[in-house]
């Protein structure tokens, strides 16, 4: 049974203000106390994935408790993760340490509360005053509401210039970068004991939902095209930065790039043709955001190559049968009949279910098949039904097995087609890579080459 080690019992909550005071200095000016950060996600099916992301930290000795447990024990909080505020969209929160025990989350209200406190404290900084009334509700409100109506709030407070105080702030770039990114995410600041040890492991893992990989059944789900995704990473700040990303089987990916989208640049661009991708950097101690690009597509060896295989097995079984008919028509054994099951048990063997995540992806596909081995068992059936004393036409065969054939080479076709044609469309791939850089507000220019193609159009 697992233990849950629940946050330590306090008894009166930490000074917001010196709560707050400490996590903008964590958070916002150094970072270097966070030696590595990784974060692992895993494809569940075409709408969800698992993502997990673990910190290894230790905070700056010159960091105060700012409470103690009820044994006395000192307490200080330390601002780990940066969540998007998405409270219907994230599922199966799960937090723990590095001995594997649960610990308790932040609730929405505290996190909403250490943000707020956060944003006055940076305004505070830049004015070097107290900060009117007016200016203070409307932070807090950034704050505490969600998308989309915090990015409006957001908006309207950084058009509004309508006294020196509001034009001191809005002139200050890096409290505006705040503002925005507080307006699209929450801040949880975990408590630790002190006595538990100074470098601490800490995990945080959680469902989040993607856009669906087979929302097109009549191009996606024959396994003609590739698949495109891209992953907002809020907060990749550490001395060490890890992304892993893990396929599950039957796909593979082709090629993937890192952004951080605080600079802007392009930090990495890998070509990996496997199931599974890591991008290591040592460059984002200063980095607060990023964005990963990955090109997936189903792989070739799995069910794809088996199943252009199986289809012209079957279709030049049933084109045998047509070039053959005048011998087949007083055929009385069970042979040919027989011959003709094996390509159809083959194939309705291939289109058996796989991954969730494949066969929802290839299920036009796996219908191709199923439909290839109904043609070898159609053609086997009208064979069973030869003998001497009901014969066939050889003219009546040539018709039925020339038209089962034309059929078998159709559906081969479209399967070889799927086999051969597996890649993403990069042009569509950078227009949501830079529409979802806008939104992060991020003015990232995508190099031409890895995710460019000048035969590319619109999805």
Not at 57 to 78: N, S
Not at 149 to 157: D, E, N, Q, T
Not at 219 to 231: D, K, Q, T
Not at 331 to 359: C, D, E, I, K
């Amino acid at each position: 049974m697992t233990r849950l080690r629940r946050a330590p019992k306090l008894p009166s909550e930490p000074d917001a203000s010196a709560l707050a005071k400490q996590t903008h200095r964590l958070v916002c000016n150094d970072l270097r106390w966070v030696y590595r950060r990784k974060e692992a996600v895993v494809l569940l099916d075409q709408l969800m994935t698992r993502r997990q992301v673990s910190v290894d930290f230790a905070l700056p000795a010159d960091i105060a408790p700012l409470a103690q447990t009820r044994q006395g024990a000192p307490v200080r909080y330390a601002p780990l993760f940066l969540l998007r505020k998405a409270p219907s969209r994230f599922t199966r929160f799960d937090l723990r340490d590095e001995k594997g025990a649960a610990l308790a989350m932040p609730t929405r209200s505290e996190n909403g509360r250490l943000a707020g406190q956060v944003l006055l404290h940076a305004a505070r900084q830049v004015l070097g005053r107290k900060l009117s009334s007016a200016v203070s509700v409307d932070l807090e409100a950034i704050a505490h509401a969600y998308p989309p109506h915090s990015r409006g709030l957001a908006a309207a407070f950084t058009e509004n210039g309508s006294s020196r105080e509001r034009r001191l702030l809005i002139g200050d770039d890096e409290f505006l970068a705040l503002v925005w990114e507080l307006a699209d995410s929450s801040i949880l600041s975990i408590p630790f004991v002190q006595d538990e040890g100074l470098r601490r492991i800490i995990k945080l893992s959680y469902d989040a939902p993607i856009a669906d990989l087979a929302y097109d059944p009549t191009r996606y789900r024959y396994g003609f095209r590739g698949y495109s995704l891209v992953f907002d990473l809020p907060f990749i700040g550490a001395r060490n930065y890890h992304f892993e990303l893990e396929c599950p089987p039957g796909m593979e990916i082709m090629e993937a790039g890192f952004v951080d989208a605080s600079e802007p640049k392009l930090l990495r661009v890998a070509r990996s043709f496997s199931r599974q991708l890591h991008f290591y950097s040592d460059e984002t101690l200063k980095s607060r955001k990023a964005l990963v690009h990955v090109d997936l597509r189903v792989s070739g060896d799995g069910f794809l190559g088996g199943a252009a295989l199986a289809g012209i097995l079957v279709a030049i079984s049933v084109t045998a049968c047509w070039a053959f008919a005048g011998e087949l028509r007083e055929s009385t054994t069970a042979a040919p009949s027989l011959l003709m099951l094996f390509p159809g048990l083959v194939a309705n063997y291939l289109a058996r279910p796989a991954h969730h995540l494949t066969q929802v992806l290839l299920a036009n596909a796996r219908r191709v098949v199923l439909a290839s081995g109904a043609i070898a068992f159609i053609a086997a059936a009208r064979l069973a039904v030869i003998s001497q004393s009901q014969p066939a036409a050889e003219c009546t065969l040539k018709w039925e097995f020339g038209g089962l054939a034309i059929i078998a080479w159709l559906l081969a076709l479209v399967l070889i087609i799927a086999r051969d044609k597996r890649v993403p469309r990069p042009f569509t791939a950078r227009r949501d890579f830079r529409r979802r850089a806008r939104a992060a507000e991020a003015q990232i220019e995508v190099v031409q080459g890895p995710f460019s193609s000048p035969s590319s159009s619109e999805r």
